[in-house]
């Protein structure tokens, strides 16, 4: 099983759809958990971390479920610049070595 | 701010040649990555650096080298490229705290292409 798991998309939304993707992740040692975007041909970014409790960043929360070993990204209100692919690499210890997938590739039109 | 700055941008090599990706980051960083990005596989580690004097492989480490020159350059050498390198490189690089994760800042990347 990969060790972080995604829907590649694309998921097309027009502007100011609320959009929701998750990430299954295999280590249930993993111990935090981010979402980074990265937009084409660019580096990628951190969006956001993901804390136990879940965490809001203006029109971005992340959730994050243990029990069932995902975490989630809900964006409200989508923006044509919101147009990204969206990784999610679980940090299992070490030397901050992160693994990432392949992403979800999200399309806001207009 | 310039963060993490690799060269070269775009780069053609012919199969079997040798060349060496730089690298240098200003933000004081211990750890330093190299990762490989090829198209619906994501981000791939092939070496990283955890503080200046150490190396280790990563997932894919098979056909390159590095050298962390000190603690703001870490490069990556292709000894003998192969059409299977073909590819974007992102160098990266992040406090160690090994406890909780860190932010990892990225590089712009590299676009490596082997005839």
């Known amino acids: 099983r990969k060790e972080v798991e995604q829907d590649p998309g694309p998921f097309n939304v027009p502007e100011g759809a609320t959009v929701a993707f998750n990430c299954t992740y295999s280590?249930?040692?993993?111990?935090?958990f981010f979402w980074y975007r990265q937009d084409c041909r660019k580096e990628p970014k951190l969006l956001m971390s993901?804390?136990?409790s879940g965490n809001e960043d203006g029109r971005f929360t992340a959730q994050l479920n243990r029990a069932s070993q995902y975490i989630s990204l809900l964006i409200r209100d989508s923006k044509l610049s919101d147009s990204a692919t969206y990784l999610c690499?679980?940090?299992?210890?070490?030397?901050?070595?992160?693994?990432f997938g392949a992403g979800t590739r999200l399309a806001v039109h207009p | 701010n310039a963060g993490v700055t690799q060269t070269p941008k775009f780069q053609v090599l012919k199969t079997g040649q040798s060349m060496t990706l730089q690298c240098a980051q200003d933000?004081?960083?211990?750890?330093m990555y190299w990762y490989r990005q090829d198209p619906g596989m994501g981000l791939r580690l092939i070496y990283y650096?955890?503080?200046?004097?150490?190396?280790d492989k990563g997932e894919v480490p098979n056909g390159y080298n590095v050298s962390r020159l000190n603690k703001r350059e870490f490069s990556l050498r292709l000894e003998s490229a192969a059409p299977s390198q073909t590819s974007v490189y992102f160098c990266?690089?992040?406090?160690?705290?090994?406890?909780?994760?860190?932010?990892?800042?990225f590089g712009e990347g590299s676009w490596l292409t082997v005839v």
């Open positions: 990266a690089s992040s406090e160690s705290r090994q406890s909780s994760g860190n932010t990892i800042y």
């Open positions: 993901v804390y136990s």
């Open positions: 690499p679980p940090f299992s210890g070490g030397y901050n070595k992160l693994i």
């Open positions: 280590n249930s040692a993993s111990q935090s």
């Open positions: 650096s955890a503080s200046e004097g150490t190396t």
């Open positions: 933000m004081n960083h211990n750890s």
